[in-house]
């Protein structure tokens, strides 16, 4: 079973940055799509991005494109999330998850990660 770790959340103002990571261990293939998801005070968990494990094929959503990026070190078993222009709207606990790219659900999530942006 996959364990996700994620860090380098905190606290940083509007325009700012932040880079979030993502420690995968206990197996993880190259068979797998990585994404990292948020959810807001009383609002539903969105997806951010994913990249896969094989290929580095990445999607965003259209809230973040531009502005974020996602990127993996196969070597070290870590997904990384560059914010950059952060806005009071991606204030947020910021997950890391795990699928098999096949499966149209994810399986393994980390523990989250708060990431505050004040204005």
């Known amino acids: 079973q996959v364990q996700l770790v994620e860090s380098g959340g905190g606290l940083v103002q509007a325009g700012g940055s932040l880079r979030l990571s993502c420690a995968a261990s206990?197996?993880?293939?190259?068979?797998?799509?990585m994404g990292w998801f948020r959810q807001a005070p009383g609002k539903e968990r969105e997806f951010v991005s994913s990249?896969?494990?094989?290929?580095?094929?990445?999607i965003y959503a259209d809230s973040v494109k531009g502005r974020f990026a996602i990127s993996r070190d196969n070597g070290k078993n870590t997904v990384y999330l560059q914010m950059n222009s952060l806005k009071p709207e991606d204030t947020a606990v910021y997950y890391c998850?795990?699928?098999?790219?096949?499966?149209?659900?994810?399986?393994?999530w980390g523990q989250g990660t708060q990431v505050t942006v004040s204005s």
């Open positions: 990249i896969t494990w094989a290929g580095g094929s990445t």
């Open positions: 206990g197996g993880t293939a190259n068979t797998y799509r």
């Open positions: 998850a795990a699928k098999e790219r096949i499966r149209s659900q994810y399986d393994y």
